[in-house]
């Protein structure tokens, strides 16, 4: 089953979705801020279609290391929740919210659960606010932290989106940090369930 | 013609942007070796390399006649055609790409009873609980097993499970299996 075209061309439901995007990563960075005690920006948010099976080559090279935290939402709304740092911006993160100076390693056991609760706290706030917006339940999972190749990471994710729909709809949120171009990526994968909850609310409002 | 080392990362014998451009779908030709997409598979009768980039929780299923030097690679998502979604696209599961591509792989001229199948992939990505309870991972290299097995095809190496991603090459023309994990490269 692919998402219905009528889904892929509702105005109301596409700048729903950016306001989503919007709300959501606003509260995830605040928290984020908060977390680190450093300002953190959205740079773009956006949202568009992709099969499941193109996603894990779509979002760059497929064999670059990234740290990502992945969960999913319970509830009435149900999705994924997908939060990726490069190994560099993950240690420095881990470093900034220690208040400790950064130095270039490789993730240990510590920084893999300081990185999880990072995610956990990021997704978590990005969910209730979208949750607060539709009036639509969203309760966090546990989060699980992996440090892989985008691809493998990716496709995990397709797997998980698979059983739902071969098409995916992508609310994409990147930060910016100080003059760095790059920080992080934020993927919600709402399902077609929810996109269809959400389109409903989008309309009564 | 250059050929792909260890040293060498993808950027480096990637074709230039517009002919990439041109060329949207799989298999994208890199170098000398075919790129199997996610939930596809592709078949040789002439020596040849076939890829699979970042296996996680996917199998990478590699069947092949090595008195003929025919095979093929499969790149599995989900295990079971049966207990799957998607009927339209049969590739995407363990048990049906492996049929798929032994029918096709006969008619390319393989012998059926010389046929042998080497398996890697089915890692554990995020440990935790989640509606992933049952471990597609395990699932899919379950399925891949269960199936060759019914299908009296060999399995001569695998290297599946664990937690982290592969990246594998196989040759239809020794029917060699790498397999890259990280810093690790190994044959199977």
Same mark, same amino acid.
């Given at each position: 089953m692919t998402l219905p075209s009528s889904i892929e061309q509702d105005p109301i439901l596409l700048d729903g979705l950016t306001e989503i995007g919007n709300i959501g990563a606003a509260h995830a960075t605040t928290a984020l801020s908060k977390l680190i005690g450093r300002c953190i920006m959205v740079e773009v948010s956006e949202h568009y279609v992709c099969s499941t099976q193109k996603l894990p080559e779509v979002l760059g090279d497929p064999e670059q290391q990234v740290v990502a935290v992945y969960l999913e939402a319970y509830g009435a709304g149900k999705g994924g929740m997908l939060l990726m740092f490069s190994q560099d911006t993950a240690t420095s993160l881990v470093d900034m919210m220690l208040s400790r100076p950064h130095a270039v390693r490789e993730l240990d056991d510590t920084d893999r659960d300081a990185i999880c609760e990072v995610g956990n706290i990021c997704a978590s706030a990005y969910l209730s606010a979208v949750a607060k917006f539709s009036g639509i339940t969203m309760v966090p999972s546990p989060p699980g932290v992996s440090v892989d190749m985008l691809h493998a990471i990716l496709q995990y994710v397709s797997a998980m989106a698979e059983e739902d729909s071969s098409e995916l709809m992508v609310v994409q949120t990147q930060f910016v940090h100080g003059?760095?171009?790059y920080f992080g990526n934020l993927l919600y994968l709402p399902d077609q369930g929810t996109i269809r909850l959400l389109a409903e609310r989008f309309r009564a409002v | 013609m250059r050929v792909m080392d260890d *040293?060498?990362? *993808?950027d480096d014998v990637a074709a230039p942007p517009h002919t990439l451009g041109s060329l =949207?779908?799989? =298999?994208?030709?890199?170098d000398e070796a075919c790129i199997v997409g996610v939930g596809e598979y592709q078949t040789l009768d002439i020596p040849g390399q076939l890829v699979c980039i970042g296996l996680g929780s996917c199998v990478g299923i590699a069947i092949f006649? =090595?008195?003929?030097q025919i095979g093929g690679l499969a790149h599995a998502m989900l295990p079971r055609y049966e207990e799957g979604?998607? /009927?339209?696209?049969?590739? /995407?599961y363990a048990d049906s790409s492996i049929m798929l591509m032994v029918d096709e792989l006969v008619e390319m001229g393989a012998e059926r009873g010389r046929l042998r199948a080497k398996i890697a992939g089915g890692a554990q990505m995020f440990s935790f609980m989640s509606s992933d309870t049952l471990n597609i991972g395990q699932r899919n290299s379950e399925a891949a097993r269960a199936t060759l097995k019914a299908e009296r095809i060999r399995l001569l190496g695998e290297d599946i499970g664990g937690t982290r991603g592969r990246t594998v090459t196989f040759s239809t023309a020794d029917g060699s299996y790498r397999v890259q994990m990280g810093n690790d490269v190994f044959e199977i």
């Open positions: 003059e760095s171009s | *040293r060498m990362t *993808r =949207p779908h799989s =298999p994208r030709r890199i006649d =090595p008195q003929v979604r998607d /009927k339209v696209n049969a590739a /995407k």
